[in-house]
């Protein structure tokens, strides 16, 4: 029985969950084929500044002063990431300025640090869908009436407070702090979880209810389902352009390939003579649709239903669509036992109904999808890409 329970059990990190939420594809060529990238310059930038700021923060009889947390940084900095001399000094005075700013708006000596960067491991699920997930927390401080759980960020973008309040990643270091001070789960309300935008110097903070725990655990079983059904599809987003695989990715390593040919063909031309076709149609449907307004008004000007131009005529069809009196059809084909037989399940009507539902049902529904048939078809996108 442990075996089997053990053999289902799935450990990841957060970090790998966050990755396939935000593109599966991208954590199967991380996490199960075990394909490495080189790290970001994003990337290490945001390592140098996380351990700098664990350098302000650790308990010490004499907090670090600015300068000593400047020369940290500094001999953290690695300027070999950087693509040119430019570059590298815009990062460098970008990290600087960070720091200033921490140091404008904080004092190191105020905090209470309870822990940095602790590791942890947290069980979720039950049963055979017993799972375990770890990852870092960056820091723990015990406040004036509880815990505050603080993350720090690299991104450029502030996200707005709705984002921290469903924030995922707060609610798993919520949930591995409680397992570890189960005494404070009755105090959730005086526990914060934080965000800290360490390029805005801003902090957006939140706290978490027992329901909110409980669907996001939900959220992560359901992933993690997701997962072991090897469902790797990728997604296309803005992320794309940090992810490191965009060579053997489906989506985008056909821009890295230098040799295009299908059998004595030349693709590229294919390609380039497909898109200006399609373009081209679009072109001809608009001006088609703009000679037939016009047509049309001046057939009904003249009232006639043909006219001639020099290479043939054009004449006006008049098509009539009808739709039925519903009770009365049923009420003639129900004695006969042939109602059942005209009734069609409609995707467009469940589509429309499908917000109104409650979430379990919605879950349901989703559950019942069953993929009927595939067909691709040629999406163009004109430009330099
Ligand atoms: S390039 Fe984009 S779609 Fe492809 S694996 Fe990376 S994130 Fe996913």
């Known amino acids: 029985m442990i075996n089997s329970l053990e053999e289902s059990l799935m450990r990841i990190s957060y970090s790998a969950l966050d990755a396939y939420k935000s593109c599966p594809l991208k954590y199967k060529y991380q996490q199960i084929d075990k394909i490495k990238t080189p790290k970001s310059k994003e990337a290490i930038f945001g390592t140098i500044l996380h351990s700098t700021m664990k350098f302000i923060h650790t308990p010490g009889i004499l907090s670090p002063t600015l300068e000593q947390a400047m020369e940290f940084f500094s001999n953290s900095w690695n300027p070999a990431v950087f693509d040119s001399p430019e570059e590298e000094r815009a990062a460098f005075v970008q990290g600087v300025k960070i720091i200033q700013d921490y140091y404008k708006r904080n004092n190191p000596a105020d905090f209470n640090i309870v822990n940095l960067e602790s590791r942890f491991q947290i069980e979720i699920g039950e049963k055979e869908n017993r799972h ?100 790797f599809e990728p997604i296309i987003s803005p992320l794309c352009d940090w992810c490191g695989y965009q060579n053997i990715c489906p989506m985008w390593k056909h821009k890295f390939k230098e040799l295009r040919k299908l059998d004595t063909e030349d693709v590229s ?10 373009s081209a149609i679009s072109i001809t449907k608009d001006r088609l649709a703009k000679i ?8 009904d000007q003249e009232g006639v239903a043909r006219v001639f131009g020099q290479n043939g005529l054009i004449a006006r ?66 430009g330099k890409i």
């Open 292 to 299: 037939q307004e016009k047509i049309t008004f001046y057939m």
């Open 269 to 278: 031309e294919l390609i380039d003579e497909y898109i200006e076709l399609k």
């Open 317 to 382: 069809s008049l098509r009539v669509t009808y739709k039925y009196n519903e009770e009365k059809i049923q009420s003639l084909l129900a004695p006969l036992g042939k109602w059942q037989d005209v009734l069609k399940f409609d995707k467009t009507a469940l589509k429309n109904v499908f917000d109104l539902l409650p979430d379990s049902v919605k879950k349901e529904i989703e559950k019942a999808k069953i993929e009927d048939k595939k067909t691709s078809s040629l999406i163009v996108k004109k």
């Open 132 to 231: 375990i997930v770890s990852g870092i927390i960056d820091r723990i401080d015990r406040t004036a009436d509880g815990f505050e759980i603080i993350d720090y960020k690299t991104a450029k973008k502030m996200p707005t407070q709705d984002r921290v309040e469903g924030d995922m990643q707060l609610s798993v270091y919520l949930a591995a702090f409680l397992s570890y001070y189960p005494e404070e789960r009755k105090n959730l309300d005086r526990l914060k979880v934080s965000l800290y935008f360490l390029k805005h110097g801003m902090k957006l903070s939140a706290s978490r209810t027992e329901e909110q725990l409980k669907e996001n655990e939900a959220v992560f079983l359901e992933t993690i389902k997701l997962i072991e059904e090897e469902k």
